[in-house]
C-alpha cells in the first residue's frame, strides 16, 4: 500500500496556519484590524436584519430547530443552536450580495467568519476579546487562501466564498475556542473535506449561493468542535496530492506564498471591501460608470449603444449568457447581470434592495437600456487584482461618451467612510423593521463589543 511518507515528517501549511491560529493575541492586533473586524461585526448584523423576513430566510427557519440551543439569530425571535444561528445569520447576511468582498479574491469574509465565531462564542460562553480574535483569524485567512490560485475556483464551477469559507470559520471558531496548534491543524484537515458550494445557481438565478456564506459557518464551527475533542484531519489539506486546491482549483499550479508571507505581522484584512451597492462585486465600478453618463445629462432614449470593455475572468459569471444577462429571470439573477445593473442604475442613481425587485426586473424601459449593453475582453484589465469600470457609450447623433471608473469604491483605493458604513447599517436595519432606537443601541454594542467580558447583551437584538 502507497503512503505519502513525506507528508509525516515535513511541516505543512496547514501545520504553520493551525501554529498561527494558536498564537494570536486580540492585545496585539494593529488598531486598523480591529477596526475592520467591528466593522465587519456591524455590517453582518444590518444585513442579518434586512434579510430576515425574505423567503429564503423563512425556508431557512424552516429546517432548523428553535429553542436548541443558547444562540441569537439577529431580528428573530428566541435562541438556536450554535450550528443554526450560523446558518441562519451567513444566509441572511450574504443573501442579498450586499455583503463585504475582498479585492484579489474575490471572496465574502465577513458573512462566513462573523456568523461562525459569535454563534459559538455564545455556545461557549465567551466574551469579546475571544470574539475578535476569531473574527481576524477568519477573515484573514480567507483573504490569505483567496489569493492562492486567482480565478481557478470559479473556472473549476465552485464558489470562492463557499469552498474557502468553511476553512476560514473553522480558523475563526478554533482561533475563538483557542484550541492548540496540533488540534487547530486537524480542524482545517476536517473543513477540507466540508468545502462545497458549486455555481450553477447562475443558470436559473436560484437560490444556493445564498446559503453558501451560511453553510460554510456552520462547518466550521463543526470541524472545530469535531478537532478539540480529537478527531484529526490530513494536515496536508491545502498542499496534499489529493488535497483542497487539488480538488477545487485543478487548473492552476497553487502558490501558497500569499497564504503564509509576513503571516501576523501584516494583516490584509485591513482592504476588506465594503460595497455601496447590493449586487454582484465586478458590478460595482460599472453601476458607478453608468450613474455618471446618467448626470451627464444623456437620456435613455438617446442611446444607441453601450459597450464595456471587461476583465475575461467576469465575463461567465456577469456578461453570459448576453441574451439571459439582458432579461434576468429572477430578481436575485439581476444581481449578476451587469447590463441589468448598470441600466437600474443609471435611472435611479442607485442600487439598493429597491432595485432588485421582481417589478423592476420587468420595467420596460431599464430592460431596454440593458439590452443595449455588450462587452468586449480587454486583454490589459488588472482583474482580480483590481476592478475596475468603464462603458462606452455611442449616441444616435454619434457623439460618443468613454466613462471609466478605476478602481470599486469601498475598496482599498477609496475605502467608504466610518460614517457611511453606519448610514448604511441603519439603514439596513429599519429596511428590516427595527427603530430607530434598537438600531442606534445596536451601534453603540458594537462599538465596545470586543471589549466585553461577557456577550450576554447580543440577546436584546432578538427582535
Partial sequence: MSTDTAADTKVSIADQLGNW??????ARLPASTVEAARMLLLDVTGLCVAGR??????????????????????????????FDAALINGTAAHGEDYDDTFEGGPVHSGAVVVPAVLAACEREHLG???LLRGIAAGAELMCRLSLVAPRAIHSAGFHPTAVIGALAATAGVSAALRLDAQAATSALGIAGSMASG???????????KRMHAGWAAQSGIR????????????????????????????SRTPDFTPVLDQLGESWIMDTIAFKPYACGTMTQPFIDCAIALAERGVKAEQIRDIVCEVGEGTVHRLWEELAVKHRPRTAYAAKFSTPFCMAVGFFDRKAGFEQFTEARIRDAAVLDLAAKISYQIDPQNEYPTNFTGHLRATL?????????QPHMRGGAREPLSEQALNTKFVDNAKYGGWDDA????????????????ALDAVTQFRQ
Fill in 396 to 404: 444616435l447623433d454619434g457623439t460618443v461618451h468613454e466613462i471609466k
Fill in 198 to 208: 458549486i455555481i450553477e445557481y447562475l443558470a436559473e438565478g436560484t437560490s444556493t
Fill in 223 to 250: 470541524a472545530a468542535l469535531m478537532a478539540r475533542a480529537g478527531f484529526d484531519g490530513p494536515r496536508t489539506v491545502l498542499e496534499g496530492r489529493h488535497g483542497f486546491f487539488k480538488a477545487f482549483a485543478p
Fill in 128 to 130: 469579546g476579546d475571544a
Fill in 21 to 26: 491560529i494558536a498564537n494570536i493575541d486580540s
Fill in 438 to 453: 434598537l438600531a442606534h443601541a445596536a451601534q453603540g454594542w458594537f462599538s465596545k463589543a470586543f471589549d466585553a467580558s
Fill in 53 to 82: 423576513d425574505e423567503s429564503y430566510i423563512r425556508a431557512i427557519l424552516a429546517a432548523t430547530e428553535p429553542g436548541s440551543g443558547n444562540c441569537t439569530a439577529f431580528g428573530h425571535q428566541g435562541t438556536f443552536n450554535a
